[in-house]
């Protein structure tokens, strides 16, 4: 899981978070996250989880997929299945 601080007050995890808070989270960060370490190392275990996600949910991706292309392939896919 990837370490970042909070940029804006902001409601994660069930709870409120302060500017200046660090919170670990495993997913695409928004724009209220700034990652603390190593980037590329945070991309890869993002990328990992969401692959995983959708090959749980009987997706066919590309290995060099956009973490963001493939979160939104899979928010769409949840979303036909509740539909």
């Known amino acids: 899981m990837a370490r970042y601080r909070v940029l804006e007050l902001s409601y994660f995890n069930e709870r409120i978070v302060e ?3 660090e919170v670990e989270f495993n997913g695409i960060a928004g724009a209220n996250l700034e990652l603390i ?3 590329q190392a945070a991309r890869a275990e993002t990328l990992a989880m969401l692959q995983a ?3 749980a949910l009987g997706l066919a991706i590309d290995k060099g997929q ?3 292309r493939l979160s939104a392939l899979i928010a769409e896919a949840k979303n036909r299945r509740t539909n």
Do not use: C, F, L, M
Request: proline share 17%.
């Open 37 to 39: 370490g190593d980037a």
């Open 53 to 55: 996600e959708a090959q």
């Open 19 to 21: 500017p200046g808070d």
């Open 66 to 68: 956009d973490p963001a």
